[in-house]
């Protein structure tokens, strides 16, 4: 049954009726809503036989999941932004043990300077941690990934980030379906671990490995990634046959077919991009997108097959890797190796900033016209930007940059404006 509710508050419903053993988390905005949540259903006796843990630290959030999975017990948690990275180490230790966490990231912009609004950079910093990730893109695909990751990472035996966007997703009220407790329990069997810590057969985890079986560890968690490649489709198509929804998967193609032009993206993005392409298809400008529902692993295959009949490629990507560009395009040209397709980077969308209609119209002339570069910025401010390195150029002491601009912008009223 259709509800309207928040989709934090839909999240912790979902993730309770996957009946969660320790649920253990950090407050950080904006994924806070979940797990306050998820500690009221605990206290209210709706959400049975589970331990919620009020941790010092995202660092031993990550911890107590950790042991707590070790013993044989479902474990939750959720972090954003600074958080997530501040269980790093954490991360590698999860994946590297097999062990079938899942998580909440509540993707958010990463500082200095300070910003709590839609990005991917939290997420896509981790990329490379041997979790798989798994991306939303609306409310109602970030309920149904949540119940399909955790049976994904206990089939597996692998961690599982489920990424929603931060404040666009998490604190939006809507018409959403959240399965009953019947519906989650004919899907999700009951928690079986592939390996536990128990005192009547003792061994040890995270042993030191030294060069000798290193490679070989390593290239096992690569090949659990490969065999999720096909797995995730496996789970997808049968929560769409219980559930009579389509959600999840690898990527989802939107009137690609015959497209000259296809734009590939992340997260919520995808609602006003087939806006777009609705609207340029109803003008006859032969225009499709990409979903792209699973980061990690990534689907080369499948991505190359939707995007081999393309002229033109364009990757929209709400993070930065400074000093390159694009971080989703680097895989994506991967993907195109050896086609004769034209690949672009898009920047967009950092730090909260509106990805408009107006804005991906004006994007797609330019592409169309010829005219878009290999890396783009969309809607940067250049005469912002100019006048910052101007007063770099002259010497003096500017200051940070972000005060100098805020300066510019009259938002502040600190210093000479």
Same mark, same amino acid.
């Given at each position: 049954?259709?509800?309207? @509710?928040?989709?934090?508050?839909?999240?912790?419903?979902?993730?309770?009726?996957?009946? =969660?053993?320790?649920?253990?988390? $950090?407050?950080?905005?904006?994924?806070?809503?979940?797990?306050?949540? +998820?500690?009221?259903?605990?206290?209210?006796?709706?959400?049975?036989?589970?331990?919620?843990?009020?941790?010092?630290?995202?660092?031993?959030?990550?911890?107590?999941?950790?042991?707590?999975?070790?013993?044989?017990?479902?474990? $939750?948690?959720?972090?954003?932004?600074?958080?997530?990275?501040?269980?790093?180490?954490?991360?590698?230790?999860?994946?590297?043990?097999?062990?079938?966490?899942?998580?909440?990231?509540?993707?958010?912009?990463?500082?200095?300077?300070?910003?709590?609004?839609?990005?991917?950079?939290?997420?896509?910093?981790? *990329?490379?941690?041997?979790?798989?990730?798994? $991306?939303?893109?609306?409310?109602?695909?970030?309920?149904?990934?949540?119940?399909?990751?955790?049976?994904?990472?206990?089939?597996?035996?692998?961690?599982?980030?489920?990424?929603?966007?931060?404040?666009?997703?998490?604190?939006?009220?809507?018409?959403?379906?959240?399965?009953?407790?019947?519906?989650?329990?004919?899907?999700?069997?009951? $928690?079986?671990?592939?390996?536990? +810590?128990?005192?009547?057969?003792?061994?040890?985890?995270?042993?030191?490995?030294?060069?000798?079986?290193?490679?070989?560890?390593?290239?096992?968690?690569?090949?659990?990634?490969?065999?999720?490649?096909?797995?995730?489709?496996?789970?997808?198509?049968?929560?769409?046959?219980?559930?009579?929804?389509?959600?999840?998967?690898?990527?989802?193609?939107?009137?690609?077919?015959?497209?000259?032009?296809?734009?590939?993206?992340?997260?919520?993005?995808?609602? /006003?991009?087939?806006?777009?392409?609705?609207?340029?298809?109803?003008?006859?400008?032969?225009?499709? #997108?990409?979903?792209?529902?699973?980061?990690? =692993?990534?689907? @080369?295959?499948? &991505?190359?097959?939707?995007?081999?009949?393309?002229?033109?490629?364009?990757?929209?990507?709400?993070?930065? #890797?400074?000093?390159?560009?694009?971080?989703?395009?680097?895989?994506?040209? /991967?993907?195109?190796?050896? +086609?004769?397709?034209?690949?672009?980077?898009?920047?967009?969308?950092?730090?909260? *900033?509106?990805?408009? *209609?107006?804005?991906?119209?004006?994007?797609?002339?330019?592409?169309?016209?010829?005219? @878009?570069?290999? &890396?783009?910025?969309?809607?940067?401010? /250049?005469?912002?930007?100019?006048?910052?390195?101007?007063?770099?150029?002259?010497?003096?002491?500017?200051? =940070?940059?972000?005060?100098?601009? @805020?300066?510019? +912008? *009259?938002?502040?009223?600190?210093?000479?404006?």
């Amino acid at each position: 049954m259709r509800k309207q @509710l928040e989709g934090s508050q839909a999240v912790a419903q979902a993730v309770a009726r996957c009946r =969660p053993e320790v649920v253990c988390a $950090y407050p950080i905005t904006p994924q806070t809503h979940i797990v306050e949540a +998820l500690s009221r259903l605990a206290l209210s006796g709706e959400l049975e036989r589970c331990e919620v843990v009020n941790v010092e630290s995202e660092f031993a959030a990550m911890s107590v999941a950790i042991g707590a999975s070790a013993t044989g017990a479902r474990a $939750y948690t959720a972090t954003a932004s600074q958080g997530l990275l501040f269980m790093a180490e954490v991360l590698f230790n999860a994946s590297g043990l097999g062990l079938p966490i899942v998580m909440t990231c509540a993707n958010r912009a990463v500082g200095s300077p300070i910003n709590i609004w839609n990005d991917h950079s939290d997420s896509m910093a981790m *990329r490379d941690c041997g979790w798989i990730q798994l $991306y939303a893109s609306d409310n109602q695909e970030a309920v149904d990934l949540h119940i399909q990751a955790f049976r994904i990472a206990e089939a597996l035996s692998t961690p599982v980030m489920v990424c929603m966007d931060g404040f666009v997703l998490t604190h939006a009220f809507e018409p959403l379906d959240v399965p009953s407790q019947e519906q989650v329990d004919g899907f999700l069997p009951g $928690y079986e671990p592939r390996q536990v +810590l128990d005192p009547d057969d003792p061994m040890t985890i995270g042993a030191m490995v030294g060069p000798e079986a290193f490679t070989e560890v390593r290239y096992l968690a690569h090949a659990k990634q490969i065999e999720a490649l096909d797995f995730i489709p496996q789970v997808a198509e049968e929560f769409r046959e219980r559930f009579g929804r389509a959600s999840g998967g690898l990527l989802d193609s939107y009137r690609s077919e015959g497209a000259e032009t296809v734009v590939v993206a992340l997260g919520s993005v995808l609602g /006003t991009l087939a806006e777009v392409v609705d609207e340029l298809r109803d003008q006859g400008v032969a225009v499709g #997108a990409v979903a792209l529902k699973a980061f990690r =692993p990534f689907p @080369l295959e499948e &991505l190359r097959g939707v995007l081999g009949g393309a002229q033109r490629v364009i990757v929209l990507e709400r993070a930065l #890797a400074v000093g390159i560009g694009g971080i989703v395009s680097s895989d994506v040209r /991967t993907a195109l190796a050896g +086609l004769s397709v034209e690949a672009h980077t898009v920047i967009a969308g950092l730090g909260g *900033r509106a990805i408009t *209609r107006r804005s991906l119209h004006a994007l797609l002339a330019q592409a169309l016209a010829g005219q @878009l570069p290999e &890396l783009h910025f969309l809607d940067l401010r /250049t005469d912002v930007i100019e006048r910052e390195l101007e007063r770099t150029r002259d010497g003096g002491r500017p200051g =940070p940059h972000a005060e100098s601009i @805020l300066r510019d +912008l *009259r938002i502040v009223a600190s210093g000479p404006v």
